[in-house]
């Protein structure tokens, strides 16, 4: 079942605006994960914020997590035409095995 | 480079056609994955791989036969396959999770299946 929802679907900003995508999901998580994907590529990972952590920074990214809300962001500052791409939020759950929920991306579009 | 290895990366095959997918990592990872990518749908997990035994199938119709040999190989067999499950196939893996609250999973390129 879908776990991760993003908002907004797709994105459109100018280079150098930062941008914001958010990440609702529903169940108890053990973690969550956010990747990056280029058309037609693999994912690539970006940041993992476990669930007791609030907040995490990886060079121009910044991770959050509220639990109460079950509700995570990502922020890209200072945005860069190289940032174009989907961006997707997983929910991990560890039931045994860890296992990864997606949902179904952010289309982030930096127009130079 | 993620350190996973996917071949081939483009593959076009018959509905009666018989072939594999490959997936090889190294990292040292225990766990390893096979997710599914369909246009306008979210990714899929297929199956769940931990220090080589199935922990997770997903639903996943018996038109798809996993093996994993090992913890660093593990191969997604595909036979009589219907036009719907043209889509890309996504590898990963990870540390087991352990009692911590979760490792990385990282990803492969993939393999672009098309069934006519």
């Known amino acids: 079942s879908q776990q991760g929802e993003e908002d907004p679907q797709a994105l459109s900003i100018q280079e150098g605006e930062n941008a914001t995508m958010n990440c609702s999901y529903k169940?108890?998580?053990?973690?969550l994960q956010w990747y990056r994907q280029n058309s037609g590529r693999g994912l690539v990972h970006l940041i993992l914020?476990?669930?007791?952590?609030r907040e995490k920074h990886s060079g121009r990214l910044r991770v959050t997590l509220d639990t109460s809300k079950k509700s995570s962001s990502l922020l890209i500052t200072a945005s860069r035409a190289a940032d174009t791409a989907s961006y997707f939020c997983?929910?991990?759950?560890?039931?045994?095995?860890?296992?990864?929920?997606f949902g179904q991306g952010t289309r982030l579009t930096i127009n130079p | 480079e993620t350190g996973v290895t996917q071949t081939p990366r483009h593959l076009v095959m018959g509905m009666t056609n018989k072939k594999s997918l490959k997936c090889e990592q190294h990292?040292?990872?225990?766990?390893m994955y096979w997710y599914k990518q369909s246009a306008k749908k979210p990714l899929e997990l297929m199956f769940v791989?931990?220090?080589?035994?199935?922990?997770e199938n997903n639903s996943v119709p018996s038109r798809f036969s996993p093996e994993c040999p090992n913890s660093s190989h593990l191969f997604l067999h595909l036979h009589t396959l219907q036009p719907e499950d043209s889509a890309l196939y996504l590898c990963?893996?990870?540390?087991?999770?352990?009692?911590?609250?979760?490792?990385?999973?990282?990803f492969g390129e993939g393999s672009w299946l098309t069934v006519v």
């Open positions: 997983a929910t991990g759950i560890i039931q045994g095995a860890q296992k990864l929920v």
């Open positions: 990963a893996s990870s540390r087991s999770a352990g009692t911590n609250s979760g490792n990385t999973i990282y």
């Open positions: 791989y931990n220090f080589k035994e199935q922990t």
């Open positions: 990292l040292g990872h225990n766990a």
């Open positions: 914020i476990r669930s007791n952590e």
């Open positions: 169940t108890s998580i053990n973690n």
